[in-house]
């Protein structure tokens, strides 16, 4: 499927977000980044921001490329997930990805070294992961 000038291999959605990864794995997320919730009377509020990592607003309809600077405790090296082994590994941590899987309120993501990520949560207050 090409999106904007993008071949994209796989493509995900849940509620207006949209997640891909393209032929070279890598990640791009464009759409809604609002996490809803309902309150007491039915009614649907805003609860947070947070599907999209780095975006300040609640839309783009550009496709806004996907990797993660640090790690659980601020270093990839201490990630709960996994252990990066070698210098040659840690480019591919947190930047090439294997599958993404979006709901209403997460987003979980595994790169090509089987490392596990997630975010958003209006629950959490934040990321379990720095962006």
């Known amino acids: 499927m090409k999106v904007d000038g993008e071949n994209y291999v796989s493509v995900f959605a ?8 393209d032929e070279d794995n890598n990640m791009y997320a464009w759409g809604s980044n609002v996490i809803l919730g309902y309150q007491s009377d039915n009614t649907r509020t805003k609860l947070s921001t947070g599907l999209i990592p780095n975006l300040d ?23 709960a997930c996994g252990k990066i ?18 709901g209403p309120t997460d987003v979980y993501a595994i790169d090509k070294l089987g490392l596990m990520y997630y975010w958003g949560d209006h629950e959490e207050k934040g990321n379990l992961f720095s962006f």
């Not at 070698?86 to 990805?97: Q, S, V």
């Open 14 to 21: 849940c509620n207006n977000t949209f997640y891909a990864i």
């Open 57 to 79: 607003a609640d839309f783009t309809n550009t496709p806004k490329q996907i990797f993660i600077t640090l790690g659980l405790r601020n270093t990839p090296e201490k990630r």
């Open 85 to 102: 082994s070698n210098e040659a590994n840690k480019k591919l941590a947190a930047n090439k990805w294997e599958s993404v899987s979006i």
